[in-house]
Structures are given as C-alpha cells and as structure tokens.
C-alpha cells in the first residue's frame, strides 16, 4: 500500500469501494493482493488504501489521475473477472462510488511541532 | 452507523477523512462517538461509515446532499473543537477530500439470487 495519507490532485478521481464479505471467501485474499499489485501497474494510478472490519466490512479507496484511467482500470481483463468472482461469490453486498475530488487537505504534526 | 452500503444520489458529496492515531488518545473515543451523533442532526446528512485498522491508520467516510451542508457541518462550532482537538492531540497525521459523486452503484446478491 503507497501512502494513503498522500495529498491528492484537485480534479483527480476517488473510487470508494465498500463491501460486505459473504462466509465463502475462497481464493479472495490471494485476489485480493493481485488486484493491488496490478493497480499499481496501471497508468494514471495515484495509490490506494483499504480497511476490513472484524464484521466482514470493508473500504478501500483508490485514486486515479482522471476519469479515464479509473475506466481502463475497470476494463482490464483480470480486473474484470476479479469483479466477476466478487459478485459470484465473496462479496454479499458492495456499493461503488466514482467521484472528482473537489478538494483536497493534508495535515502532518511532524511539520507543525517537530520533535 | 446507517447503512453504509446505501446507494448514494449522483450530484452528492463523499467527504473522505483518512488519519493516523497518536498514542494519546484521551478523549477522542467520546468525541467520536458524540461527533458521529452530531453529525446525523445535521441537515443534508445522508450517512457515514468508519473503520480503523491494528496500525491506528483509519477510514471514515461521510455523506451529504450538497456541498453546502458538508461546509455547515465543518462549521459546527462543536465539531471545530474536535478538529481542533484532533490536529493537537489524537491525530498525527491525516489527509480530508471532499469530493463529488458522478456514479454511483451498489449491488445486493440476496436481490439476483433471493435464497
């Protein structure tokens, strides 16, 4: 995972992606790590960040430059199965939410009060 | 927490909050927890989830109807505290963006495969 606490570009994209896992989550971790690591692969990609709670929820977040790298993103071809799968069988329940980033602020106390 | 798999309307505001605890953590699980009450009087108020993982790093992301709520809601003088409290005390660091929602989807496979 790149650092998720990285400032974004105003104007760039943010992929909220939340999910409930169902019981049968056979081979999703492995997919899981795959997916990662072919994101950041992809031209356009920012970084990502992703959380599961101990109730099978989870959120993971990924930036992209524009909106037309998070759409080829979408378009490849073992993204798209990785997406199949997800529906068949790991995820109960995800919702998905493409969105511009409007603005964007970071702040670090190391910068503020240095030790 | 309301439903945070809830389809949320195109044209909405993600707010993403994503921070790193500091090791002193006096009060800020009270002030969460009355910051998330809060939040749900507010007008335009449509829903947040928040997860956080082993490494102090968390998510949380909340939703509202347009960017002028969003803003009131940064400006709730009770809500000012906490942030104030937040960049002194809990948070080491921490990154905001408040983004527009241009696509929005959500799936429930109890609705393709009713069992």
Chains 1, 2 share one sequence.
């Not at 990285?6 to 790590?33: H, T, W």
């Not at 979408?74 to 790991?90: D, N, P, T």
Request: aromatic share 10%; proline share 4%.
């Amino acid at each position: 995972m790149m650092d998720p606490l990285k400032e974004q570009p105003v104007g760039s994209i943010a992929v909220i992606f939340i999910s409930e896992l169902s019981p049968d989550n056979r081979g999703y971790p492995e997919m899981s790590d795959r997916m990662a690591a072919l994101a950041e692969e992809q031209t356009g990609f920012l970084g990502w960040v992703s959380l599961r709670g101990d109730a099978g929820l989870g959120i993971t977040i990924s930036w992209w430059r524009d909106r037309i790298s998070a759409l080829e993103w979408k378009q490849v071809a073992e993204h798209r199965l990785a997406q199949r799968l997800g529906s068949e069988r790991w995820y109960r329940r995800w919702s998905l939410q493409v969105c511009t980033i409007d603005e964007s602020r970071v702040f670090d106390r190391m910068a503020v009060e240095p030790e």
